[in-house]
């Protein structure tokens, strides 16, 4: 039976009203923590368009997409068969009528502004700021107007577009992802472009010393058009080439596949130049915790938050073996006498760490693990252990590391070793994941009663994922330690605790892809994006609430957690299961 | 019951604390090996703490658990699963995030001996066809009554000489109830002993050679299935006559 479901003109209009509310919400408040501002600095389109005016009209479109969304699920409140569209004039009318609100918000703080000094309270708010929102007309009729017109049309158009052909609309989202993406790492490949064999003008042409230059900007939508067009004809041919391969064949492709990434891993370095090496090191560090992080919160389902504890632990135990400072530790090792030492070290940390907290589940853990964190960020300070670790002072003179006579300079050079502890974290890793240890901690995880029921002995189980969880570390902090040649106790806050959990979360928790991709994220992005420094909690936030939203299972998810996080099977299962309700998720109850 | 023979496991006045709670108290009782037996009771009558002290879940006090002539109080539940005590618990509990064939390989977790998983493999898909089908579905997206099939065939997957049950009626449609009792009876059938737990007193005494009726920690009726099905008391308090 088809039902005719429909909303009155009056509610779909309301819904508008609120989305635009909404959005014009947060787009004050972007405006007045002062991301507007900061990101004007920087251009997307070299004299066209800057960053924080791209944020803008992002955000003006947004609103009308959003309450084209927002109408359509109103429209189609539970799944059925037959959808109701969203007809074409109340996609244009709804996107129009929450961009204007959006507009109007705007207009509002110019008025406001113009009115009362804004700017005795919230210092964000200059002279500057206005000229930006207003595109630069300030306090004008026209300032008025522009914002209100810019975000009206923006938002209808952007309305219009969740309405169209699938692939017209992906080929406009992704350009002004894959623009924007360019335009903030374009510094990266100015300097990536300017190596020596490459002519100079290559450069020049797509980047400038500011943002994308026009060419870059229309090489890079052409390349997407172009990918979106011929793309999935490509892709057919190319499995199809591939299915009449000979076995032995297909085995060499991927071979070559595999040295091919192995070579570009390997030349890395030398491609992007010294500050993006650096940068990749500083990635390094994370993707190593990330790996040691996912065994222990990802495979064993024991949510530690206090895991920097381990790669403190890794670099002060590096640190005092091989110091040459005179008063501190005296053994004066080198870096490959001391790793294996700082390992075991380290690995006890883990069991002392586990150790007590064996009978302890999800937030009850959380909480003691994040109180052993900070008691080892403490320690590190304290007066009493500075006699032997430095205390506030931290710990200088710790040696470059050296192979036999060379001493390893310079993050072109130290990057093998990070991309070598990298490989390792990954190997072990990924031979437990489908090992028997590695099925007993995804028991274990599921339902510890039970997986003890199956004989599972949880409390070895559970000290050997903070074992190697903690060894893991400890060679990133080795490697830091080395590094830097300083460390110092500020180094190892809570922020590091929880940026190795979120890029877990953000890459897609169990997925060994997923730690490399949210570390190059969360990492990566905010160490290219200098204006991101003081934005840099925000963003995590703001990003870690949209992944949940929007794909809860992370950017390149495990097999498992796509499996069951995909509502698809699910709804799909309930066709089959007809025999009786799905039951309810078992709870362990007793008598 | 003969008293001659030896049980293949018998609790002889065991006392079980929760706490300050008494959940058992002198409780005795005997699984004979090779015949279904059944403890039936209410809500809160102690019928899972039961099971959890046989498992080592839950110590007992007093008394003595023995099984095939051992004492077995005091045993980590993996030396018990070693030694053939399989259980089922109630509300099913697979591991709903792993495959069905995860879940699977998880009841032979204990095992080493490849050819003898493989063939067990084999037997519980034969006695759960609806498992083969769905051996790479997700535990969690199983309806009910697969999932029960899947716990079952899960803790068959020790090969197990006792298999202890818990509420395996619990929240399933009768039909499915009948099937799944249907596939205990083979279970027996094919050799393996089965002590099950019920509230269902109907349907467990249909299946069962002996049952138990505990009330507040006490077993307060112990007689043959089928003597207890005419009993005037069980009648009257559990099978809802009159």
Known sequence: MIHVRDLSQASKLRLALKIGLFVGIAMQYLIFVGIIETFHDRFLIKDVISIGEIIMLLVFAGSGYLSVWALKKALNPVHEEVEVPVRRPWAVGSGALSGLVVGAFIALLVIVNSVIEVRDVFVSISPDLIQIVTFGRGETLAGLVIPMALSTILAAIAGTLYIVRADVRRTVVLSVVWVTFAALISDLIRVSLSRPGFPVFLSRIFTSSNGLTVVGTVTVVAVVVAWIVFGPAVQEKWKARKSTMSPARQRNLRYGQWSLLLLLLLLLPLIVGVFPSEVLNNIGIFIIMGFGLNIVVGMAGLLDLGYVAFFAVGAYSMAVLTTLQPDIGGFELTFWAALPIVIIITGIAGLLVGAPVLRMRGDYLAIVTLGFGEIARFLALSDWLSPFIGGAQGIIKIPKIAIGATVLRGPQVLYFLFLAAGAVAYFISWRLKDSRTGRAWMAMREDEKVAEAMGVNTVYYKLLAFGIGAMIASLSGALFAAKLGTIYPHSFSVLVSITVLSLLIVGGIGSLPGVIVGAFVLVGLPELLREFGEFRLLMYGALLITMMILRPEGILPSVERARELRKEDRAQDEVYSLDEPTAAPATPSGD | ?242
Not at chain 2, 52 to 67: P, R
Request: with cysteine.
């Open chain 2, 1 to 242: 019951m003969d008293d001659n023979d030896r049980a293949l496991l018998e609790l002889s006045h065991v006392d079980t604390f929760y706490g300050p709670i008494h959940a058992l108290r002198d409780v005795s009782l005997r699984i004979e090996d090779g015949h279904i037996t059944c403890l039936l009771g209410g809500n809160a009558s102690g019928k899972s703490t039961t099971l959890k002290t046989i498992l080592g879940m839950a110590d007992a006090v007093n008394g003595t658990i023995e099984y095939l002539g051992e004492r077995i109080g005091g045993m980590t539940t993996a030396e018990l699963v070693q030694r053939g005590i399989s259980m089922v618990p109630e509300n099913r509990r697979i591991f709903t995030r792993m495959t069905v064939m995860e879940n699977l390989e998880m009841g032979s977790y204990l095992r080493t001996d490849k050819d003898g998983i493989k063939e067990d493999l084999e037997r519980v898909l034969s006695l759960f066809p609806r498992l083969e089908e769905r051996h790479k579905q997700v535990g969690g997206t199983l309806s009910g009554g697969e999932q029960q099939m899947l716990a079952m065939a899960r803790a068959l997957m020790s090969r197990p000489r006792l298999l202890l049950m818990d509420e395996p009626s619990m929240g399933l449609a009768p039909i499915l109830v009948q099937q799944i009792f249907d596939i205990i009876v083979e279970i027996n059938q094919q050799g393996t002993s089965v002590f099950v737990v019920e509230q269902n007193a109907n349907m467990a005494l249909s299946i069962a050679d002996y049952g138990y009726v505990l009330q507040t920690g006490k077993i307060v009726l112990a007689d043959t299935a089928a003597n207890l099905q005419v009993n005037k008391m069980m009648r009257e308090a559990y099978l809802g006559e009159m």
